[in-house]
């Protein structure tokens, strides 16, 4: 059904208000029952890709490789001469495996898909008359979007109010430079888009300011939308695991058709029937060539990745996996990712003494206390001044749900409403009284923020709140004691050492100034305020210490780090201080040297050759994106594969220029979250370390697979082909080739893919870029295996065959190499001693194998069934001597692992 297209045209040239009536909204937003019910009249938020495939399209693309088709082809020419009952067999084992592969490519689509919808963009909108956080694609016309610095635009929409708001619009436009916005009327029905200064559209990004626009286009309606219509989607890029393997793949398969066109071209000179032969060998081809190789490794990776994704590590592209495995330096936030993001004030500093602050978290509850008694905080005008700035200059809110009190916006912020609440002020009616009339925001340059509120007709009050050395720097008075002093040299370094004696304690410092001005002495046009001029002689009030506990799990982490061979760095703009007690704190800091922490000045008065040298050894605080990005950029110098965390918009540099970039989910910007190779849905450091425990989990897994196949590969070529060269006859029929390639290839090889980890997997070094999927290890003991089943097998066959016939030669080989297989498998799960591990830990495992052996028993000793595959039955001691031969396996497996772990190969 054709959704309906929102009619407000051309909104630029209305007035807001007009608009708001048109869509029959208001400034408060729309209810969530309005909301539902425009969903089913416009449609959902996103933009329309090509239709995906279709689940019967997914199983007939089975049957579309090159060697498939002709075995179809030959299996016609079976049913066209007589061979029908043939026919029927080789058919109905080839439409097994085209099922097993659908089911595999079906299951990995849709944890694609799963994935899709866990990083799905969300925005913040107003809905039932409050701030909420919802997916995107949920937007309908006439909601209210909230826009915050870093947030992607979610759909095209009229400013309606707006403060310093500006967006970077070059998706659209072209144009790199940000663009002012304004919530004026634009006359005139043509006006190009960049030059529509009163609307936002999708898929920009705001960059300054912050403000509120009313949604006009969702969706295909968008003009990201119309352009997306223009363009055709772009193919996925296979990852690089995936080219990897896709290079062996074809090596190993060109030798495979080679000596498969060889035996069969033998086999027609010796005598036998050319189809059989034509029929033997496209089957032989089927089973060595592992056509499906990247398909698979997809499906693992994906599956994987919505492993993650349920433990809260949303991974935004499958190649990240690879590389997670490798990481082997983390360059961590502090705040929300080591601590827990909960602020609260504990210590206000005012008239050169401590107030001590009671409660946790985010009730508002608690009183104040001096260290010999109570504090009666209305009798103190610094404490009531440092309280009131605290509440203007902020754009968090308090909100209580149920029992539990929450906080909308920045946590620290946060922090300032509860104090605030604790000394009795209500935040909205407060803030009605001293409305906000401009701002400058807080960058990291600056370390500051800056809001303005008319205190009369004729004054402006301008309230300032940021880091203690950037405030310091711009005041030249402080209030004490209800008096206005001059702020000398000598009082500023008291000040700084109250701070650094707050941060001592991992305590969170924050410092407040105000200014007083005419309003005749600001221009009109507050954003054309100069921050330098403006934030100067400004009178500095105090002080305010916040705590944000370390995480609980946050120690265990980075113990797991350390033996993982993984460096923890401390990247924070935080206090040195408060880095250095949280850092005690988690276990990664021995010891209170100060020296394990750079600073901004440090920092600076090395060289990069300098630097580079002892990168890794420090921490890092104070800094600025352009600090963090020095740091990443030497540590990839050196070699490092480097995790870096963000969170805000002047983090996505770093975040980009690492190997892994890691966004955070909660605080993160809608920036950051697009740039980063991972997001954490809890924000939380450990999630990290578990992110890259999974990473190493899906490549081991993914190696082991590989290993299986390619050894059962390698192992059926040089039997069956062996056995030509040697002057026997075909070892196995065209059937039995197709089953036992479905039987290894199929469930016990996918239950590899879902191996248990080793308890070593976050005790080993991290996985070198450069290191083949096949350590040399590995491929000598692959090779090792599969020439044990060709002395094996042979020997095994032309025994029988002199002895009993070709049809019982054929039976034992058949059930022995099946069973060897199966016990390879086994092997597979570890480069060491199958009895240093559980050998029967996987139960997905036992399961696959137990399913495979039962139904080749039945093959063999069900009178039917073994006429199908021209088997016979066996008798006690066939068995016996079947199972013995197969368990050399097993036996030479563990000899060359004990050999080859004694020389260190």
Not at 237 to 257: D, F, M, Q, R, S
Not at 511 to 527: G, H, M, Q, W
Request: glycine content about 6%; aromatic content about 6%; proline content about 4%.
């Amino acid at each position: 059904m054709k959704k309906e297209k929102a009619k407000v045209f051309p909104p630029h040239a209305l007035k807001a208000e007009k608009i708001l009536k048109a869509l029959q909204s208001k400034n408060t937003g729309l209810t969530t029952q309005e909301a539902e019910k425009r969903l089913g009249i416009y449609g959902a938020n996103k933009i329309e890709k090509e239709k995906k495939e279709s689940p019967l399209k997914v199983f007939l693309s089975q049957f579309q490789d090159f060697l498939i088709v002709i075995l179809l082809i030959a299996t016609g020419i079976s049913f066209a001469l007589g061979e029908v009952f043939d026919g029927i067999i080789i058919f109905s084992i080839v439409f097994l495996s085209a099922v097993l592969g659908f089911i595999q490519e079906y299951r990995s689509q849709k944890a694609i898909e799963a994935l899709k919808k866990l990083a799905a963009p969300q925005a913040n909108v107003l809905r039932d008359n409050r701030p909420q956080k919802i997916l995107a694609e949920k937007i309908v016309p006439g909601d209210i979007l909230i826009l915050n610095v870093g947030d992607k635009v979610a759909a095209d929409a009229r400013i309606v109010e707006e403060i310093g708001l500006e967006t970077n619009e070059s998706i659209l436009t072209g144009e790199s430079s940000p663009v002012k916005k304004q919530n004026i009327i634009l006359e005139g029905k043509e006006i190009p888009l960049a030059d529509r200064i009163n609307m936002v559209y999708s898929g920009t990004i705001i960059t300054r300011g912050h403000g509120k626009a009313v949604v006009t286009a969702t969706g295909m309606n968008t003009e990201f939308g119309k352009i997306a219509k223009m363009i055709s989607e772009v193919e996925p890029e296979k990852t690089p695991l995936e080219k990897k393997i896709e290079k062996v793949g074809k090596a190993l398969g060109i030798g495979a058709l080679t000596i498969c066109a060889f035996a069969s071209l033998l086999g027609v000179l010796r005598g036998y029937p050319i189809l059989e032969m034509f029929l033997w060998g496209v089957s032989l081809a089927v089973a060595a060539v592992p056509e499906a190789l990247p398909a698979v490794v997809t499906s693992s990776l994906s599956l994987g990745v919505w492993e993650m994704a349920k433990r809260k590590a949303i991974v935004r592209r499958l190649p990240a996996v690879e590389t997670l495995g490798s990481v082997s330096v983390i360059c961590t936030d502090k705040t929300g990712t080591l601590t827990k993001n909960e602020m609260t004030v504990k210590e206000v500093f005012v008239n050169n003494q401590t107030i001590f602050v009671e409660g946790s978290g985010y009730t508002p509850k608690g009183g104040f206390l001096l260290k010999n008694g109570d504090f009666d905080f209305r009798k103190d005008k610094e404490f009531l001044k440092l309280a009131q700035l605290g509440l203007l200059c902020n754009d968090a809110t308090l909100e209580q749900k149920g029992k539990d009190w929450i906080i909308n916006g920045d946590p620290t912020e946060g922090a300032l409403v509860v104090l605030a609440a604790k000394a009795n002020f209500d935040q909205e009616k407060f803030q009605k009284e001293f409305p906000r009339i401009g701002e400058i925001a807080f960058d990291m340059s600056r370390k500051r923020m800056s809001t303005f509120h008319p205190e009369g007709k004729e004054k402006v009050l301008i309230a300032v709140k940021g880091a203690p050395e950037s405030i310091l720097q711009r005041c030249s008075f402080f209030q004490t004691k209800g008096e206005i002093r001059e702020l000398t040299s000598k009082t500023k370094n008291k000040l700084l050492e109250q701070t650094e004696a707050m941060a001592s304690r991992a305590l969170r410092v924050l410092a407040f100034a105000y200014k007083e001005t005419e309003k005749s002495k600001l221009p009109k046009n507050l954003e054309e305020l100069s921050p330098e001029g403006i934030e100067s002689d400004l009178i500095f009030v105090g002080l305010a210490g916040m705590i944000d506990p370390p995480r609980e799990e946050a120690a265990e982490a980075i113990k797991s780090c350390l033996s993982a061979g993984i460096k923890p760095i401390i990247v924070t703009g935080d206090h040195a201080l408060t880095t250095l007690s949280i850092g005690q704190k988690i276990g990664l800091f021995k010891s209170s040297d100060h020296q394990q922490i750079l600073t901004p000045k440090e920092l600076d008065s090395f060289s990069d050759d300098q630097l580079i040298k002892i990168i890794e050894k420090k921490s890092y605080a104070r800094v600025s994106p352009t600090h963090k990005l020095r740091i990443v950029n030497l540590l990839k110098q050196k070699g490092y594969i480097v995790a870096m965390t963000g969170d805000g918009i002047n983090d996505a540099p770093a975040i980009k220029k690492a190997d892994i970039g890691v966004a955070m989910g909660i605080s993160g910007t809608d920036v950051t979250r697009e740039t980063a190779d991972m997001i954490l849905a809890d924000d939380n450091f450990a999630t990290i370390v578990a992110a890259i425990k999974k990473g190493r989990e899906i490549f081991d897994n993914i190696k082991k697979y590989l290993f299986y196949l390619f050894r059962c590969n390698i192992g059926e070529i040089l039997v069956l082909g062996g056995g030509f060269l040697f002057g026997l006859p075909p070892v196995l029929s065209t059937i039995q080739i197709l089953w036992i390639n479905l039987a290894t290839d199929g469930l016990p090889a996918i239950a590899l893919g879902v191996d248990p980890p080793t308890e070593d997997v976050l005790k080993r070094k991290p996985i070198s870029p450069s290191e083949s999927i096949f350590s040399k290890k590995s491929i000598i003991l692959m090779f090792i295996l599969a020439f044990n089943m060709l002395l094996v097998l042979i020997p095994q066959f032309g025994y029988v065959l002199s002895k009993a016939g070709l049809i019982k030669a054929q039976t034992i080989v058949f059930v022995t190499m099946v069973l060897m297989e199966m016990v390879n498998s086994y092997n597979s799960r570890s480069d060491n001693s199958l009895f240093k591990i559980n050998p029967f830990a996987n139960s997905k495992l036992n399961l696959a194998v137990a399913f495979s052996v039962l139904l080749t028993i039945m093959i063999v000793q069900v009178p039917y069934l073994s006429s199908i595959f021209g088997t016979t039955p066996l008798v006690v001691k066939e068995w016996l001597m079947v199972v013995t031969l197969s368990l050399s396996a097993l036996v030479m497996a563990e000899i060359a692992k004990l050999v080859l772990n004694k020389i260190k190969v």
